[in-house]
């Protein structure tokens, strides 16, 4: 594969986990029906890689011998997959019309001065930190909702959130 030549060992070997996942689906690539497993692909590639950079979404669209074109309208339309890496730590900030009636802007506002990155941006320069601003968590009797990596936390203010980072990085410098 093109894209291969000049990969580090650990990104080949991620390349060849992707290959044996789908290689296992045992796909016909002359059925159209082999387009519904493109999901699934996707999220096995992000949970190897992390996120789906082109060169993933290249390799996947080779691999099932589709357009590239398919495989990153797919990536772009479900927020779920990430063409950026993301920090070990993703919070995401509910910006849904309870949680903004109840402050989620300030809590999000206060994440973005604490960990000096923008929200739906990089990650923090450790990789530790990802902030995303999200539309609706669904849990708006808790408003406003902060979730880091998919545990909820309700009521938050910006002082509780920053308590929360700090407790992360406490725990990840022991």
């Given at each position: ?26 796909l ?24 789906l ?11 099932l ?39 989620s ?18 990650p ?9 601003a ?41």
């Amino acid at each position: 594969m093109t894209c291969q030549k000049q990969l580090s060992p650990a990104a080949a070997g991620k390349f060849a986990e992707l290959d044996a996942f789908i290689d296992g689906l045992g796909l016909d690539l002359a059925d159209e029906r082999r387009r519904g497993r493109l999901i699934q692909i996707l999220h096995r590639a992000q949970s190897i890689f992390g996120y789906l950079p082109r060169e993933v979404q290249q390799h996947v669209a080779e691999k099932l011998r589709i357009p590239e074109s398919s495989v990153s309208g797919v990536v772009s339309f479900y927020n779920f997959f990430s063409t950026r890496p993301k920090g070990k730590y993703v919070i995401d900030v509910c910006l849904g019309t309870a949680c903004y009636v109840k402050g989620s802007e300030g809590v999000l506002r206060e994440l973005e001065r604490v960990l000096g990155v923008k929200a739906d941006t990089d990650p923090t320069p450790d990789g530790l930190f990802s902030l995303t601003a999200l539309r609706c968590v669904g849990c708006c009797g808790l408003a406003p909702v902060m979730v880091v990596n998919g545990k909820v936390y309700g009521k938050v203010t910006p002082a509780k959130a920053v308590a929360v980072v700090e407790e992360i990085r406490a725990k990840e410098a022991k």
